[in-house]
């Protein structure tokens, strides 16, 4: 495979695009890689896929380019305004350290008048309390433009478990892509066959998370939008990584990238496809580094529903532990926590293990983020209270959130109603099925059943809360 540079290179990860030629669609790309993960595909439990990806080790020909945490960090870096220069009355924000040597020509720089581009935007209007504020007038932009904007690079997300892309577009934004696995209506069962460990993402999932945590008032998850991508054009033929690039193959009429991750998901039988030469992703805002490395920090999540972890919480009440740590105390995060619940509940999603804070309200402690949504929404038919466990454990939730979840309720503006008409712009609408976004309405009901149990149980004034004192 050769490649011929047709664009001026103006910054070793960004800005630049490269044209490929020679992409042998009618053959396998260094198909040899594919037996080898099909056997740790075929795995049956993770100590069988672990063991197989050892066996596999030596012999898989991508290069493991893993290093993970100076990469990573030299990723964030990249989106730190690290200076400002004033041409003619204009405020240039300089984002990258190749365009402040490039200065006085600013032939490259990615700039921006008085409001900036929308995720800049987005980035100045996060907050101790939320993402995003309540009006975020930049936000019908800013899906548009994670919609539409030109991808300039493309490379593997390094980080979690599943197949993710690391885009960058063409007005210096950053955005974790999503692709799409499976159809809409495929129900997955959580059973012993199917646990929830291999569940894999569903690229409409983090967008319809998106939505619904809006409309539930807790703004705590990244701006995220549908897109149909060219993968041979505007993924491929962006990239340079070998992680995504040699495990390419063509099937039938569609072409199928594998990538580099966890061998139970990153192997032959689960390749993210095309549909003739599109694919369906999830463009998903970027979150702005902070000091230059990673802006979240994560913790252990009490109620984690993995299976040692929830053998604790399903056996005894343990909020009353939660609220006697001080740390936890001292802010608002147990009330976060509840209200992850509930929120956790809708998606019935089990992969929230750990919660996540942006490290930059650390001292004061900022808003618990719900990020990664992926394995949310793939099962429509069957509830889960146990997700609830928060609620009916502490018997607390903040006002504010009550009276939203209240309002949600009644038919005027039903719930199912609202999440369909806030996800009808998006360009892969209908986002969800039908049958989900009648689970939304069912699942309310639930959680205002839940909570007015507990008022009836120790009065509204115990319950309801703003802070916990
Ligand atoms: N919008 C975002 N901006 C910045 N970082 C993010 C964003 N979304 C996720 N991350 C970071 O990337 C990591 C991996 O993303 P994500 O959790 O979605 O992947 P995953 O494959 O589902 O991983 P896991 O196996 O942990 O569930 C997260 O732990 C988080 O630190
Ligand atoms: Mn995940």
């Not at 509930?342 to 992969?351: G, H, S, T, V």
Request: contains cysteine; proline residues 4%; glycine residues 6%.
């Amino acid at each position: 495979m050769t490649k011929k540079s047709s664009g001026q290179l103006t910054d070793d990860s960004c800005s630049y695009s490269v044209e490929l030629n020679g992409w042998g669609l009618g053959t396998d790309i260094r198909r040899g890689v594919l037996p080898e993960i099909n056997q740790i595909g075929r795995a049956r439990n993770i100590e069988e896929a672990k063991r197989a990806s050892n066996d596999t080790k030596n012999t898989r020909p991508t290069k493991k380019a893993e290093k993970p945490r100076s990469e990573l960090k030299r990723g964030w870096d990249d989106q730190d305004v690290i200076g400002i220069a004033i041409k003619t009355g204009v405020i240039l924000q300089i984002y990258h350290k190749q365009e402040l040597r490039n200065s006085p020509t600013y032939s490259s720089i990615i700039y921006t008048q008085r409001k900036g581009h929308p995720w800049q935007q987005f980035h100045r209007d996060i907050s101790q309390d939320a993402l995003y504020s309540e009006d975020a007038p930049y936000m019908d932009d800013l899906l548009r433009d994670l919609a539409t904007v030109e991808i300039v690079n493309a490379s593997q997300f390094r980080g979690g478990t599943q197949l993710k892309l690391d885009l960058r577009l063409a007005d210096g934004n950053r955005v974790i892509a999503k692709p799409m696995r499976l159809s809409r209506d495929h129900v997955y069962k959580y059973t012993r066959e199917e646990p929830f460990w291999l569940d894999p993402e569903r690229h409409n999932a983090e967008i319809a998370s998106f939505h619904l945590d809006r409309l539930l008032g807790f703004r705590r998850v990244p701006p995220c939008s549908g897109r149909r991508v060219n993968l041979k054009k505007e993924i491929l033929g962006k990239s340079e990584d070998t992680n995504l690039l040699s495990t390419v193959f063509k099937s039938g009429a569609n072409l199928c990238v594998i990538g580099n991750c966890k061998p139970w998901f990153c192997n032959q039988d689960h390749p993210s496809c095309t549909k003739g030469d599109l694919m369906e992703v999830a463009m998903c805002q970027f979150l702005p580094a902070y000091q230059g490395g990673i802006p979240v920090r994560d913790a252990a999540y009490p109620w984690s529903q993995g299976r040692k972890e929830s053998k604790v919480w399903k056996g005894k009440n343990i909020c009353l532990d939660i609220l006697k740590d001080s740390i936890r105390l001292g802010g608002r995060v147990l009330l976060d926590l509840i209200e992850q619940g509930i929120f956790d509940f809708f998606l019935r999603n089990y992969d929230r293990h750990h919660y996540s804070q942006l490290r930059k309200y650390q001292r004061k402690v900022g808003c618990v983020l719900h990020l990664d949504n992926g394995k949310g929404f793939g099962n429509p038919l069957v509830d889960d209270d146990t997700f609830l466990a928060p609620v009916y454990q502490c018997c607390k939730l903040r006002r504010s959130t009550y009276f939203r979840l209240k309002e949600l309720a009644r038919p005027q503006s039903r719930l199912s109603n609202r999440l369909n008409a806030s996800m009808s712009h998006d360009p892969i609408a209908p986002v969800i099925t039908e049958v989900h976004l009648q689970a939304m309405d069912r699942r309310l009901e639930t959680v205002l059943r839940t909570i007015d149990k507990c008022i009836r149980n120790h009065g509204e004034s115990n319950v309801l809360v703003e802070r916990l004192e």
